[in-house]
């Protein structure tokens, strides 16, 4: 069967008020801004980077760390719901939906009670992490210049105001130690498999949010098994992300696809609390691209089929009473259904199972 390498799914989390929010709008401005003309950008419930309009970007950071032409991850689907929630719904088999997670934490605060929530789920998971020490900005005597790589913002700072950040940094570094993490800032990691690298940024001013994509696509490829990335060009494999009530279309499934593809008209078998459901897709729906957006009451777009990695909307009859994190998969071959149904209840008992033991 045909292979190909997917996009990896990404959260961001961490203690309200950090900046989750205005982190994830960086980056999606960023996307939005150096993506190829007509390229989708934004799926259902998620962001698309590209790795190219990280090159665009980051370029000169790309060339300092002598990335470029070396990363073949296609980019990264941005999950746009930050925080603890988002990530407990998106399990699947034998841990997370999400490839790789960011910890956003405040750098003039610390790690604080949900951080380290995040964190010890995070780790219970066994996800590949990256710590985004946000706020830069607010260190005292910090020069902000735009959408600055870190690395190089750092070498034009007065010292009182490098030496201000490397103190916050070592009251975090002493703070993940508590946790049996050993971290440092990202240009001083040495060891990858070993220490989780802490990436300085600002969500209001954009400094440091090129060195967390490349960073990223970095961990990616070192910690992100390549055959997770595989997708076959068989029926999707996913997860659902949401279900609610759409004006004209009825109830629809937000959902996550991590395998596959799935065609309009495909059956699909999901579960509600009393056990699995089978559906018939009647619509899969997904953002316009931004040039043929011009109303924005018009966002949307029906599609013939989807491909990993993505985020769509599936508009079938039969999707009452499914709930969030269920699995979701399309079935080409009718008599295959009982043996996805079978599949799908012993993939509820398995989360339930460890969700229970967490
Ligand atoms: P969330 O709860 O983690 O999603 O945090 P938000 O993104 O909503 O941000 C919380 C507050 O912190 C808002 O007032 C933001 O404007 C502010 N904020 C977020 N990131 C930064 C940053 O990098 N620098 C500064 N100075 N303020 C920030």
């Known amino acids: 069967m045909a292979m190909s390498v997917r996009s990896p799914f990404v959260v961001v989390m961490g203690h309200v008020d950090v900046g989750k929010t205005l982190l994830l709008d960086k980056i999606r401005g960023t996307s939005v801004a150096y993506r190829e003309p007509g390229m989708i950008t934004q799926h259902i ?9 990280v090159e665009r970007f980051a370029g000169p950071l790309v060339d300092r760390l002598k990335l470029r032409g070396r990363i073949w991850v296609p980019g990264f689907l941005f999950i746009d719901t930050p925080g ?3 990530f407990s719904n998106l399990r699947k088999r034998g841990g997370s ?3 790789l997670a960011v910890l956003v934490v405040d750098i003039t605060s ?6 380290a929530e995040s964190l010890k789920l995070i780790q219970s998971r066994g996800v590949p992490f990256v710590i985004a020490a946000n706020k830069l900005d607010r260190i005292y005597g910090w020069r902000s210049v735009e959408n600055r790589p870190f690395l190089f913002a750092v070498e034009e700072q007065e010292w009182h105001a490098v030496a201000t950040l490397e103190e916050r940094i070592g009251k975090l570094i002493d703070e ?6 050993e971290a440092d800032r990202y240009d001083r990691v040495r060891d990858f498999s070993r220490q989780v690298p802490i990436v ?3 969500a209001v001013t954009g400094e440091g949010i090129a060195d967390l994509l490349v960073v990223l696509a970095g961990v990616s490829q070192r910690f992100i098994p390549r055959e997770r990335l595989q ?3 068989g029926p999707a494999r996913g997860v659902v992300m949401e279900v609610k009530e759409e004006k004209g279309l009825g109830v629809v499934a937000d959902a996550i696809i991590y395998d596959g593809r799935i065609r309009k008209g495909d059956v699909v078998v999901t579960a509600g609390l009393d056990g699995p459901r089978e559906a018939r897709v009647r619509m899969l729906v997904m953002p316009k691209p931004l040039e043929e957006m011009r109303d924005p009451e018009d966002r949307y ?16 009859d039969g999707l009452e009473g499914v709930v969030a994190g269920a699995p979701i998969y399309a079935v080409w071959d009718p008599q295959a259904i009982p043996h996805v149904q079978k599949q799908i209840k012993e993939e509820i008992a398995e989360i339930k199972i460890e969700s229970d033991r967490e």
Do not use: C, K, N, Y
């Open 45 to 53: 419930g998620m962001s698309l980077v590209p790795w190219p309009a």
């Open 97 to 99: 939906v999400a490839d």
């Open 231 to 233: 997708v076959a060009d």
């Open 110 to 115: 610390g790690l604080e009670d949900q951080g």
């Open 84 to 86: 603890h929630a988002a």
């Open 200 to 202: 300085p940024t600002s």
């Open 301 to 316: 777009m029906a599609v013939e089929e989807v491909r990993a990695a993505a985020g769509v909307r599936i508009v079938a």
């Open 176 to 181: 993940l130690s508590r946790f049996g993490i």
